[in-house]
């Protein structure tokens, strides 16, 4: 399951189950990208490194100017 932790705390954002298929990867990516559309001060190679940094791999970027017809 990907989840975005907000600012507020408690507060998280569920953006799939699993992401097996295109459709799932698609949705997630969807999610991600409105939730990253939502900080205006978002610095996208920051972002774009939180997976890793994690030591995850989700299979989606993070990017508000993602074009999530593209993720396969």
């Given at each position: 399951?990907?989840?975005?932790?907000m600012?507020?705390?408690?507060?998280?954002?569920?953006?799939?189950?699993?992401?097996?298929?295109?459709?799932?990867?698609?949705?997630?990516?969807?999610?991600?990208?409105?939730?990253?559309?939502?900080?205006?001060?978002?610095?996208?190679?920051?972002?774009?490194?939180?997976?890793?940094?994690?030591?995850?791999?989700i299979?989606?970027?993070?990017?508000?100017?993602?074009?999530?017809?593209?993720?396969?």
């Amino acid at each position: 399951m990907v989840q975005l932790f907000m600012a507020k705390p408690g507060a998280a954002i569920s953006c799939g189950q699993s992401l097996q298929t295109t459709q799932d990867r698609q949705t997630a990516c969807g999610c991600l990208k409105t939730a990253a559309s939502h900080y205006t001060n978002l610095k996208p190679d920051a972002a774009s490194q939180l997976p890793t940094k994690c030591g995850v791999s989700i299979g989606v970027p993070i990017s508000p100017t993602v074009d999530c017809r593209e993720i396969h």
